[in-house]
C-alpha cells in the first residue's frame, strides 16, 4: 500500500517558487501533469452564506471536502480539502487540500473504502515546510464512517437509503449524478451507506465528494453540497437530470426503488450492518466485475445463500445460478435451493431453469448438493403434480443409482398414483417417471396391468409401447394383446399414424396387419405406412386378390375410396391405375381425372392428352361417356382452344350444344362455360356475337353470368347484353367487385345511352322481385351520376333526383 | 461570413454551427454523456448525462435560428458552443463582442478592480453615457453578487484571494442609447476576466488558464505600485507593502509571449490589441506625485472621453513609471503593443485595515479611465478634448 501526497494552498514558498496558491510540498516523483489534473479537483469555495471573516467556530463549521476520484489506468485521488480562512499575507479565502493519490487503486484500497477515511487523523491541514513528503502506507481511520455507525444513522433516516443505493447504482449504469443537500457529515455517511453496498469494484468505481459548492462543476458520481450553493434545482434537474436528496429544502428525485437491490439493502441496513458489508466479499468470490446494470441480481443470489428470499423466485435468477454455480460451495448451493424450492410450488418454466442447473452442476463440486435437492423434488413433483415434469424427471440421471436413492421413499406413492391415473396421458406420465425412478420394474406385474387398462387410448400408445419394450416381457404382451384384440375397423388413421412412429412398434403392427383379413384395415394401414398411395393400393389390391381369389370393381372402388380419402388423386395415379387394370377401372375414377383433365389441358397438354385417350378407351367400354361427357368437354375445350380458320363456330356450336346436355358434370360445365364465354369475347363481328351469345344463353341462362364475369375481366363490359333489367341487375353484381373502372366505362356507357323512362322501369322491376337489390341498384346509379355527369348536367341536376347521373 | 466567438472555450465557429440542447421538460429526451463538456471541465471525471444536443438544419436566412425543433418535437432556445457545449449567452451572436481581459500579478487588486468597475458601470456610468449594463446570465449574477459585491459593497472586505483555476468569465450587456430625434440602440456585450494572480506567475499556467488574452478585444494590465521596490524604498514605514513583488515587466512580456504564441504572430509585429497599463492602489502612492498633478484630481467623463485629461495623465504615470521602474518597461510596452496608454487608478479609494475591512467604504478614484480608453479604442465611445479644471 503507497500513496503519494500533496499538499496544496495559498503559501510563501511552494513547488512554483512564488507566493500564491501552489503546491506547498508533494511526494517526490510527482508527475506535473498529474498535479495540473488534481488542482482543480481539490479547489474550495465556500458556501455562499458562509461568514467572509469568520471566526475559529465558524471556521469549524465550513463544510469539509472529502473527495474520491479514480484517474484513470488504475490511479485513483484522494482528497481532504478544508477552508482555512487566512493566508500568508493575511488575505481571506485560503484553503488547505490534501491529496493522496495512488497507483494501485484495487491493491492500496483493498481493505477500506474511501468514504472511510472521512476526518482521517492522516489527513492534514498545515502546510509543510519541507517541499518534499514521504508516501503514506495506510490512512488510519476516524472511525466516524464504519458500518455499524452507516447503520445507525441510516435507521433514523429510513425513508431514503433505497433511493440513495438506487440512485448510485443508477449513476454507475447511466452516469446521472446524484447530489445530496444535507450537512457535511450526513452526506459522508450516505456516501458510505451507498458505497458500502456495492461490490469492490463498483464501490471504487464511484467518484464522490461531499461537498461542492457547484454541483454543476463536479464530475463525481455523487455530489454533496450546502443548501446555500449554486445549485438551482429546478424541477426539470430534479426529475430527469440529478437524482436529488435535498434533506434541506426537501426536494427529493422520483426514484424507483422497486428492484430488488434498492428494497434488500435498505432491509439488510435495518438488519445488521454486517449483512451489507458482507455483500462484497459475496460478490467478488461469486459474480466479480459484476455490471452496476446486473448487481440487482448479484444481490439476489446473496440474499439466497444468506437464505432471505426477496420476492420471487425467475428463470433468470436460476439462470444467473447456473452461470455461476462452481462459484458457490455446497453449502451455500443447498441454502439456495433450499430457498428456492422451498418457496412453494413452481411454475414449469422455473422448473426448467433449475433442470439446466442441475446438469451444469454435474461435473462440479456441488454436484452431489444440488441433485440431492432437485431430485427428489422433481421426482416428487413428477408423481403428483403434471406430465411435464415425468419428461425432465426422465432425462434427470438416466437410472442413476443415487437418484433411486433418493427417491426409494416416494415407491409407494408412486404405485399408488398409477393404479388411480385417471387419464391415458397421466398414466403414461407417471410410467415414465417410474422407469427412471426405478418403480416400474420392482413390481412388473401390477405395472403390466395398469398399462393394459390404458394401452387402447390413442395418445399413450407408442410412449407406452416404447416403454414396454424397455420395461419387461410382460408389459409388451400385454400391449400387443390389447392391439390384437381391438377391432381394426374401429382404428382411426390418427391412432395408426402415432403408433408407427415407433420402428419397432411399426414391425407389431405389421404382423397384427398380416393377420388380420380386413383389407379395410390393410389398406388403412399401407395408406400410413407406404409414401406412395399407388403402392399402398396396388398391395391392397394384391391382398385383396389372394384373400378372395379375384377383385371386383367395387372392390378396387372401395379401396380406393381409404387410398385417396377426401383427395383428388393425382392424374399419374390415374394413369397408372387406368393402365394396370383397365378393365376394372371404376366408374368414379372418370371423376377423379376429369379436373385433372381439364386443367392440365392448358398446363400439361400433353399428358392431358394422354389421359383424354385412356378416358376415351374406357367410355366406350363401359359406356359412361354418355353421363359425364369428360372427354367431350375435353375435346370441345381443346377445338374451342385452337380454332380452326376455315370454320371458325362450329366448335362453338359443338360447345353449346354439349353444353346443353342434361347430365354433364357441373365443374364440367362450369370449365366449358369459360371457354365459351372467352370465345364469345373473342368475336368482332357484332351479329354473330349477339346469334352465339343468344343461342348460349338460351342453352344455359347461366352462361350469362360466366360471359359477364368474363367481360368484366376483361374490360369490355360494353358487350354484354344488358336490354333486361334482370341481365342488367345481374351484370352489375358480378361487376361489383370492378365497380371502379365500371363507373367509368363499361356499363355506364350503356346506361347513358338509355331513355330515363327506362331506367326508373329498371328500378321498378327490380323492386318487384328484390326490394333490396332496387335499393342497390339506385344507390349505384346515384353514384354513377355523381362521377360521370357534365357541367351542365351538374348545372341542372336537381339535388337527390337520382336522374341526371343515369342520363 | 463572420464567424463567432465562444467566451469559454475561445473556439470560432460559424452561426450554422450553432448547437442546440433540448430541454423538453417533460424528459421525454433522452440524456445523453456530454463528453464535449466533460473535456471542457477537463478534471478526468467521465461525462456527465446532459439533454442531448444537435445541430439544427441549415437554415434559410444566414444567421443562427431563434430556436430549433428537437427530434422529440420539442422546440428549444437553448444555443451552445459546438466545441464546449457550455451555454450561449443569449443574444451574444448578434452583438459586438468585446472580450476585456483584466491582466496582473497577484495582489495588484483586480477583482476589487472589477468588482468596483461594473458596480460603476451599472449605477453611475449610465446616466452619463445613456447607457445600461446588466448581466447576460445567471451565472455571471450569481459569481458577481457572490464573489465580488458581497464582500465590497455589503461586508465592507477585501475580496478573499482568487482561486487559481480556471474560472468562468463575466458577462455583460453594454446597452447605448444612440441618436436625439430617430432614437437607436447599440448592444456591445462585455466578457470580463477575472483570473488569480498565480495564473501569471509562469508562462505555462498562463497558457493554460488565460488564452482568452489572444482573442481579447482590449488588455487592461493592472500594476501595483507598492510591489515597486523603488515606491516602496520612497514609501517606507508609512504604508504597509505587500508581501509579492512582481516585477510589471514579467508580466507584460509573458503576455505577449502567450498572445504570440496563440495567434502565430511574427516577433517583428507589434500586437494591435490595445492595451492600458492600469497602476491600481493610487490613493497609496498620492504623496509620491507632484501636487497639481493631474492624478490628484479625479475626471468625470460625460458622455465622451476627456482625451486631454487621458492625455495629460498618460503623460503623467509614464514619467513617474521611468523614475520607478526605469524606461525598461516603456520599451518593452513600445515595442511589443501597437497601442497602449498609462493609467492610475484606485479601486477602493483607501487600503484595507489589518482585518482587512474598508473601513470608509468604497470611494473610487479614476475606475473607469482605462476602460473608457479601452472602448474608445475599440470604437464604442467617442473621445473629445476639452478644457480641464
Not at chain 1, 197 to 204: F, I, S
Request: hydrophobic share 40%; aromatic share 10%.
Amino acid at each position: 500500500m503507497s500513496f503519494m501526497q500533496a499538499y496544496y494552498t495559498s503559501c510563501v514558498s511552494g513547488l512554483r517558487g512564488s507566493k500564491g496558491f501552489q503546491f506547498n510540498a508533494a511526494t517526490p516523483g510527482f508527475d506535473p501533469r498529474l498535479l495540473d489534473q488534481i488542482e482543480r479537483l481539490g479547489m474550495y469555495a465556500p458556501p455562499s452564506s458562509a461568514a467572509v471573516q469568520p471566526s475559529d467556530e465558524e471556521l469549524a463549521r465550513f463544510p469539509l471536502v472529502l473527495l474520491y476520484q479514480p484517474l484513470g489506468g488504475g490511479q485513483s485521488v484522494l482528497a481532504q480539502s478544508r477552508y482555512i480562512g487566512l493566508d500568508y499575507s493575511g488575505r481571506w479565502g485560503n484553503y488547505f487540500t490534501h491529496y493522496a493519490v495512488t497507483e494501485n487503486t484495487q491493491r492500496d484500497l483493498a481493505n477500506q473504502l474511501p468514504i472511510e477515511l472521512w476526518k482521517s487523523p492522516a489527513w492534514m491541514s498545515a502546510e509543510s515546510s519541507q517541499r518534499e513528503l514521504p508516501h503514506v502506507s495506510e490512512f488510519p481511520l476516524s472511525g466516524v464512517i464504519d458500518a455499524e455507525a452507516v447503520r445507525s444513522f441510516v435507521n433514523e433516516r429510513p425513508g431514503h437509503v433505497a433511493g440513495i443505493v438506487e440512485a448510485t447504482r443508477l449513476a454507475l449504469k447511466t452516469g446521472r449524478r446524484v447530489v445530496i443537500v444535507d450537512e457535511d457529515e450526513s452526506i459522508a455517511k450516505w456516501i458510505a451507506a451507498a458505497t458500502y453496498a456495492l461490490p469492490r469494484h463498483l464501490a471504487l468505481a464511484t467518484s464522490f465528494t461531499t461537498y461542492a459548492k457547484s454541483p454543476y462543476e463536479s464530475g463525481a458520481i455523487i455530489i454533496g453540497t450546502t443548501g446555500d450553493s449554486d445549485f438551482r434545482g429546478t424541477q426539470f434537474e430534479i426529475d430527469h437530470q440529478y437524482s436529488v436528496f435535498d434533506f434541506i429544502h426537501g426536494r427529493f428525485s422520483p426514484i424507483d426503488v422497486s428492484s430488488r437491490f434498492a428494497k434488500g439493502v435498505a432491509a439488510a441496513w435495518r438488519q445488521s450492518a454486517d449483512r451489507v458489508a458482507n455483500f462484497a466479499a459475496f460478490a467478488q468470490l461469486v459474480d466479480a466485475g459484476v455490471e452496476a446494470a446486473a448487481v440487482d441480481q448479484t444481490w439476489f443470489g446473496y440474499a439466497l445463500t444468506d437464505g432471505r428470499l426477496e420476492g420471487t423466485v425467475t428463470p433468470a435468477d436460476i439462470m444467473w445460478l447456473t452461470e455461476r454455480v462452481e462459484r458457490f460451495n455446497s453449502e451455500q448451493m443447498r441454502r439456495v435451493l433450499s430457498s428456492v424450492i422451498g418457496n412453494g410450488a413452481l411454475r414449469f418454466d422455473l422448473a426448467e431453469a433449475l433442470f439446466q442447473l442441475y446438469h451444469r452442476a454435474r461435473r462440479t463440486p456441488v454436484a452431489t448438493a444440488v441433485e440431492e435437492q432437485i431430485a427428489p423434488w422433481l421426482a416428487q413433483t413428477a408423481i403428483t403434480e403434471s406430465e411435464s415434469y415425468c419428461e425432465r424427471l426422465a432425462e434427470l440421471s438416466p437410472h442413476s443409482e443415487n437418484v433411486r436413492r433418493l427417491a426409494a421413499p416416494l415407491a409407494p406413492q408412486w404405485f399408488q398414483a398409477i393404479d388411480s391415473a385417471a387419464s391415458a396421458p397421466r398414466f403414461a406420465a407417471l410410467l415414465v417417471s417410474g422407469d427412471v425412478l426405478g418403480f416400474a420394474l420392482a413390481d412388473p406385474r401390477r405395472t403390466g396391468a395398469a398399462a393394459a387398462r390404458w394401452i387402447t387410448d390413442a395418445s399413450v400408445q407408442a410412449r407406452v409401447l416404447h416403454l414396454a419394450r424397455n420395461a419387461s416381457g410382460e408389459m409388451l404382451a400385454a400391449t400387443v394383446a390389447a392391439l390384437r384384440a381391438m377391432p381394426p375397423a374401429e382404428m382411426p388413421l390418427e391412432r395408426i399414424e402415432s403408433w408407427l412412429r415407433d420402428e419397432q412398434v411399426r414391425g407389431v403392427t405389421r404382423d397384427v396387419v398380416a393377420e388380420s383379413e380386413d383389407i379395410g384395415f390393410y389398406a388403412r394401414v399401407l395408406t400410413v405406412l407406404e409414401r406412395d398411395p399407388f403402392t399402398a393400393f396396388n398391395a391392397t389390391v394384391l391382398t385383396a386378390k389372394q384373400l378372395d381369389g379375384s377383385v371386383t370393381a367395387a372392390r378396387i372402388d372401395e379401396i380406393c375410396s381409404i387410398v385417396w380419402r377426401g383427395v383428388t388423386p393425382h392424374v399419374r395415379d390415374v394413369l397408372r391405375i387406368s393402365e394396370t387394370y383397365p378393365a376394372l377401372m371404376p366408374a368414379t375414377k372418370l371423376l377423379f381425372a376429369l379436373p385433372p383433365l381439364l386443367f392440365m389441358q392448358t398446363t400439361h397438354p400433353e399428358e392431358a392428352e394422354q389421359l383424354a385417350a385412356v378416358l376415351a378407351k374406357m367410355e366406350n367400354r363401359t359406356a359412361l361417356g354418355n353421363r359425364f361427357y369428360p372427354v367431350a368437354v375435353f375435346q370441345a375445350r381443346r377445338a374451342l382452344m385452337h380454332l380452326n380458320a376455315a370454320d371458325p363456330y362450329k366448335p362453338l356450336e359443338t360447345a353449346i350444344t354439349l353444353l346443353g346436355k342434361r347430365n354433364l358434370d357441373t365443374g364440367a360445365a362450369a370449365w366449358l362455360e369459360d371457354a365459351i364465354a372467352n370465345n364469345l369475347l373473342s368475336i368482332r363481328d357484332p351479329r354473330v356475337h349477339t346469334k352465339y351469345l343468344s343461342r348460349a344463353i338460351a342453352v344455359h341462362g347461366d352462361l350469362l353470368i360466366n360471359y359477364a364475369r368474363r367481360a368484366v375481366e376483361r374490360l369490355c363490359t360494353s358487350a354484354v347484353p344488358v336490354s333486361t333489367a334482370a341481365y342488367l341487375f345481374q351484370v352489375w353484381r358480378i361487376a361489383g367487385e370492378h365497380r371502379e373502372w365500371l363507373l367509368a366505362e363499361g356499363l355506364a356507357s350503356q346506361l347513358r345511352g338509355w331513355p330515363r323512362k327506362r331506367v326508373d322501369e329498371v328500378g321498378h322491376e327490380l323492386a318487384r322481385v328484390d326490394n333490396a337489390a332496387a335499393t342497390a341498384w339506385n344507390v349505384w346509379r346515384l353514384e354513377l351520376g355523381g362521377k360521370k355527369t357534365t357541367f351542365l348536367g351538374r348545372l341542372f341536376r336537381r339535388r337527390g333526383s337520382g336522374q341526371g347521373g343515369a342520363r | 461570413m463572420a464567424k463567432l466567438l465562444c467566451p469559454y472555450c475561445f473556439s470560432r465557429f460559424t452561426s450554422e454551427q450553432m448547437q442546440f440542447r433540448c430541454v423538453n421538460p417533460t424528459g421525454d429526451c433522452p440524456m445523453v454523456l456530454d463528453v464535449e463538456l466533460s473535456r471542457f471541465v477537463s478534471d478526468g471525471s467521465p461525462p456527465v448525462p446532459k439533454p442531448r444536443t444537435f445541430t439544427p438544419p441549415r437554415p434559410f436566412w444566414p444567421g443562427v435560428p431563434r430556436s430549433a425543433m428537437c427530434s422529440c418535437r420539442y422546440e428549444t432556445r437553448l444555443k451552445l458552443c459546438p466545441h464546449c457545449h457550455n451555454e450561449w449567452p443569449t443574444g451574444l451572436e448578434s452583438t459586438e463582442n468585446l472580450i476585456i481581459a483584466v491582466i496582473g500579478a497577484k495582489d495588484v487588486g483586480k477583482s476589487h478592480y472589477i468588482a468596483v468597475l461594473i458596480n460603476t458601470l451599472t449605477n453611475d456610468f449610465g446616466v452619463r453615457f445613456r447607457a445600461s449594463l446588466n448581466a447576460v446570465d445567471d451565472r455571471t449574477r450569481t459569481r458577481y453578487a457572490a464573489e465580488f459585491r458581497k464582500h465590497v459593497y455589503e461586508e465592507k472586505t477585501a475580496i478573499p484571494t482568487t482561486r487559481a483555476a480556471r474560472t468562468y468569465p463575466l458577462i455583460y450587456r453594454l446597452v447605448f442609447e444612440e441618436g436625439t430625434i430617430y432614437k437607436s440602440l447599440r448592444v456591445v456585450t462585455l466578457v470580463f476576466f477575472d483570473t488569480a494572480g498565480e495564473n501569471f506567475t509562469t508562462t505555462n499556467t498562463l497558457n493554460a488558464h488565460n488564452r482568452y488574452m489572444a482573442s481579447a478585444s482590449g488588455i487592461l494590465f493592472l500594476l501595483d505600485p507598492l510591489q515597486i521596490p523603488a515606491v516602496q524604498s520612497r514609501l517606507a514605514g508609512k504604508r504597509v507593502f505587500p508581501e509579492e513583488r512582481t516585477n510589471p515587466i514579467d508580466v507584460v512580456s509573458r503576455t505577449d509571449e502567450v498572445i504570440r504564441n496563440v495567434l502565430g504572430l511574427d516577433i517583428h509585429k507589434r500586437i494591435r490589441i490595445p492595451v492600458a497599463l492600469t497602476f491600481s492602489k493610487l490613493d497609496a502612492i498620492r504623496e509620491l506625485l507632484p501636487r497639481g498633478s493631474v492624478a490628484h484630481r479625479d475626471c468625470i467623463h460625460q458622455g465622451v472621453l476627456n482625451l486631454t485629461d487621458q492625455e495629460q495623465m498618460n503623460e503623467t504615470m509614464r514619467t513617474h513609471v521611468a523614475q520607478w521602474v526605469g524606461t525598461g518597461l516603456e520599451q518593452l510596452v513600445s515595442q511589443r503593443f501597437a497601442e497602449y496608454a498609462y493609467f492610475g487608478v484606485s479601486a477602493l479609494g483607501c487600503a484595507p485595515d489589518e482585518h482587512g475591512r474598508i473601513a470608509g467604504g468604497v470611494a473610487p478614484f479614476r475606475i473607469e479611465d482605462p476602460f473608457l480608453w479601452l472602448l474608445y479604442r475599440m470604437r464604442v465611445i467617442d473621445g473629445q478634448r476639452r478644457k480641464t479644471a
